[in-house]
């Protein structure tokens, strides 16, 4: 059990580098894409809110210029 409990620290851990593994990587793949996803989103939602700022004048004036009829 400790021994599982590590493997699955050391994969969130090093979820950009998993080494090869092949007995596992059946479910640290996986687990590595859920632990990678959630600061991805984070990192795009800032940036694409940055773009919109300068590109834009900023929210409201983005959602004024794609504004439905």
């Given at each position: 059990m400790e021994?599982?409990?590590?493997?699955v620290v050391g994969t969130l851990l090093s979820a950009a580098w998993l080494g090869p593994?092949?007995?596992?990587?059946?479910?640290?793949?996986?687990?590595?894409v859920l632990a990678l996803m959630v600061p991805t989103f984070?990192?795009?939602?800032?940036?694409?809110a940055f773009i919109v700022e300068k590109m834009a004048g900023g929210i409201e004036e983005a959602q004024r210029i794609f504004e439905l009829p």
């Open positions: 021994q599982s409990l590590a493997t593994d092949e007995k596992n990587l059946y479910w640290m793949v996986p687990v590595a984070f990192a795009s939602v800032w940036i694409e």
